[in-house]
């Protein structure tokens, strides 16, 4: 149960009330043209997305995690090596769509936030599609469970996440509809998949 602005004590009023608040947010993110200012790929970015969605939520909005967590059994980056792991993805290329999808890996495997990182670099990936090579994806064209197992597999191999990803590509880059879907796509991975943390220092 993660402390929060909103006075909730119940995970599944704060899920709720977390999936309500972040979607209005993500809305607002965009139709405001405040994404599209935003310098893709930059780790400063990404805070800003965070931030932007969940201060309305919890204190830790926009500010690297300051303790170890895992899912499942995969362990994000230690805190011990964060930010220079952080200070790395962001100096990685992003000229194409196998380094875009490069840096999106690595930046999943940082899992840099307490909480919401799924919707977050979700929209930090769609920026950097959209401002390199003019697509984003359609996530509704994204089989949920084979796009979980990719991103499990894609630390090691990550031929599979970039197949499933170009196949999901469209030219649709304003369409707030499309934008929307991602929303959706990583509330579902958040709202099953839950965070555990653990003191790996």
Not at 53 to 79: P, Q, T
Not at 94 to 122: C, L, W
Request: net charge negative; no cysteine.
């Amino acid at each position: 149960m993660l402390s929060n602005k909103l006075g909730i004590s119940d995970s599944t009023e704060l899920a709720r009330e977390e999936e309500k608040i972040s979607k209005k947010k993500a809305i607002e993110l965009f139709e405001s043209g405040l994404l599209d200012e935003l310098e893709p790929g930059t780790w400063e970015s990404l805070q800003k997305i965070h931030k932007f969605l969940f201060e309305d939520i919890y204190d830790f909005a926009g500010k690297m995690r300051e303790v170890n967590i895992a899912k499942g059994n995969f362990r994000f980056a230690s805190v011990m090596y964060l930010e220079p792991a952080l200070e790395n993805i962001e100096k990685m290329p992003q000229t194409s769509f196998d380094e875009i999808v490069e840096k999106y890996v690595e930046m999943n495997v940082a899992h840099p936030f307490r909480e919401g990182n799924g919707r977050s670099i979700r929209i930090w990936l769609d920026l950097i599609f959209k401002k390199k090579i003019n697509k984003v994806v359609d996530w509704s064209a994204v089989d949920k469970e084979e796009y979980l197992q990719a991103m499990e597999r894609s630390p090691i191999n990550d031929i599979e996440i970039k197949y499933i990803l170009k196949n999901a590509l469209t030219s649709e880059i304003d369409n707030s509809e499309v934008y929307m879907k991602g929303i959706d796509h990583s509330y579902y991975y958040e709202g099953y998949y839950t965070y555990k943390t653990e003191d790996l220092q």
